[in-house]
Structure formats: structure tokens, C-alpha cells
């Protein structure tokens, strides 16, 4: 099965309001008020968001200390009309990755622009991560 659809901010979602039965939000800006007017009656969200511990080796690497953040509290959804369903943690460990891999994934990650000269110099004298 092959699947296709736009890509567009969530606050202004190039699709017709009410004419969506799924949306997938993954780290992405939620804007739950946009989701609410494209979503047709009883459509679903899946929303993907990066936990307390995600990319923690690599924030060990760039940062002197490193904060774990809160899994975010969705109670407020349901003021707008949506309820959740399901959470589901998951955790996944770190497998080995190179130098070259540990750039590619800093350049694709936020931290890319928040990390320090001196993270980024420690950055750039690591080999690699191993698991």
C-alpha cells in the first residue's frame, strides 16, 4: 500500500477543513485548534513525541548538563473536543553509530543550533557511540 498526502504546518494545513481522518504529527508543532478544523467527525490524531531520555547519548556529548524534560500533559485536549486514547512509552537504546552518523543526526536535531562552540568542539573529537 502506498500512501500520499500533503505536508503543511498544522496551524494552516493545506487540505479542506472537516476532509482528514488521520492526521500523524511526529515532533512536530502541534496545533490542535488546525487539527480540529481539518479533521472530519470522529477523525484520529497519532502524535509522536520525543520522550525524557530521546537522544540522550548524543545530548551528553554536546551539553555539560542535560535536562530531561516532562512528558507533555494532553488534558487540556479535551477541552477541544478530542480525548486520548492511548499512550504508549517507548524506549530505545542508542545502537552503535560512527562519527559521521553522530553529525547527520546533530544537523537534523535542534540541538544542532543550541549547542555551544565548546559542545560542538567535544562533538567534533568524539569517534562514535557504541551500545
Given amino acids: 500500500m502506498r500512501l500520499q498526502g500533503p505536508t503543511g504546518g498544522g496551524r494552516q494545513p493545506p487540505v479542506a477543513d472537516n476532509s482528514v481522518d488521520i492526521i500523524i ?3 512536530g508543532f502541534q496545533s490542535f485548534e488546525g ?3 481539518s479533521l472530519k467527525p470522529g477523525g484520529k490524531i497519532i502524535l509522536v513525541e520525543p520522550g525524557p531520555d530521546h537522544l540522550k547519548e548524543l545530548r551528553e556529548i554536546i551539553y555539560k548538563e542535560v535536562k530531561k524534560t516532562d512528558p507533555q500533559n494532553l488534558s ?3 477541552e477541544m473536543g478530542f480525548s486520548v486514547v ?3 512509552p517507548l524506549r530505545f537504546k542508542t545502537c552503535e553509530i560512527n562519527r559521521e552518523q553522530i553529525h547527520n ?3 537534523m536535531t535542534p540541538h544542532f ?3 555551544t562552540k565548546e559542545g560542538s568542539c567535544s562533538l567534533l573529537r568524539f569517534s562514535g557511540i557504541y551500545g
Wanted: charged fraction near 20%.
Fill in 105 to 107: 543526526l546533530l544537523i
Fill in 86 to 88: 492511548d499512550t504508549q
Fill in 25 to 27: 504529527c511526529v515532533f
Fill in 113 to 115: 543550533y543550541r549547542a
Fill in 76 to 78: 487540556f485536549v479535551e
Fill in 35 to 37: 487539527f480540529n478544523k
